[in-house]
């Protein structure tokens, strides 16, 4: 019988759980769980006779598709899917999957969030600044970041976008100012918020040339992924600015030093929690139960990555 793991480190919604299982077990296979395991070893040991995994942001390395002789599909129930070796995944005829769009909303709202407490002082009750009538700009235009700008024109932000994967008229469709310019982007927003994906062309890619066309004032708020900062340009900016602030759900590895230096011009929270909702988890580990059979039954491959 076909064997469905789901394997998350940080456990989805007790409800959402639940739902995946009775989804697995109504197509007729096994679903077992390995929440909250502590080091590499575990997964590959639960690994051994599963032909298929759900995950959030684990570790899918060549170790553990070593470790599943059996394993066919992996999916992975969010949008990233940087977090699994795509190249040892094909060499081993594995599939892998995302489920776009899933959790997108909730992360969308985390990012407004984050934007309303950093204005607000975080809530340490002196007197903030408001969203309403500033310009906020999305550093990529896809399913969170389109979220992001219906939210944030809800608040009555002047919202602009850049994203050279989508045409200006989708972005404008959504009354959203298409800006074909990062750099433009960067100097003429109060803040930015990123949704880029970490790949080889983005990692690292936002440092201190870019940071460095911020207006004065301006916020960048990363609800993407840390590897996109280069974080030594990112201290260098902060030293050269004295009103710039960072807010992030993915601390940067040098957080501790941005905050003694920097003190509240920059927060992270201390987990990623843009997905963590029970809405967001229950959507996008449902959409991964689905998938799975989808493939396994009917070969249907939508939403393959590699
Ligand atoms: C994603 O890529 O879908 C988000 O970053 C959520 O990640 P998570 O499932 O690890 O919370």
Not at 231 to 250: I, M, N, P, Q, R
Request: hydrophobic residues 40%; charged residues 20%; proline residues 3%.
């Amino acid at each position: 019988m076909t064997k469905v793991l789901v394997a998350t480190d940080k456990p989805f919604a007790a409800g959402a759980a639940k739902q995946i299982k009775a989804v697995i077990e109504e197509a007729g296979f096994t679903c077992a769980f390995l929440e909250k395991y502590t080091s590499p070893q575990e997964l590959i040991l639960a690994v051994a006779d599963v032909e298929a995994i759900i995950i959030r942001s684990d570790l899918i390395t060549k170790e553990v598709m070593d470790a599943a002789p059996h394993l066919k599909i992996v999916v992975r129930a969010g949008a990233g899917y940087d977090n699994v070796d795509l190249q040892s995944a094909t060499a081993h005829k594995v599939v892998v999957m995302n489920t776009p769009g899933q959790n997108s909303n909730a992360v969308a709202e985390l990012a407004l969030g984050m934007m309303v407490y950093q204005a607000r002082n975080q809530f340490n009750g002196t007197s903030g600044t408001e969203l309403f009538g500033k310009k906020l700009g999305i550093h990529a235009y896809g399913n969170v970041g389109k979220h992001v700008a219906r939210i944030a024109r809800g608040f009555g932000m002047e919202v602009s976008a850049f994203d050279p994967f989508v045409s200006k008229t989708a972005i404008e469709a959504d009354g959203v100012t298409a800006i074909d310019n990062v750099d433009e982007l960067y100097s003429t927003c109060d803040y930015i918020s990123l949704h880029i994906p970490a790949n080889a062309s983005t990692k690292q890619s936002i440092g201190f040339d870019l940071l460095s066309k911020t207006k004065k004032g301006a916020m960048l708020v990363n609800t993407a992924r840390k590897e996109v900062i280069d974080e030594a340009g990112l201290l260098k900016w902060f030293e050269t600015s004295d009103s710039f602030k960072y807010v992030s759900d993915v601390a940067p590895d040098n957080y501790d030093l941005l905050k003694e230096k920097f003190g509240s011009r920059c927060f992270c929270t201390p987990k990623k929690m843009g997905a963590q909702t029970s809405e967001a988890n229950n959507n996008a580990g449902v959409a991964a139960a689905r998938q799975i059979i989808g493939f396994i039954k009917q070969d249907d491959t939508t939403y393959q990555v590699n």
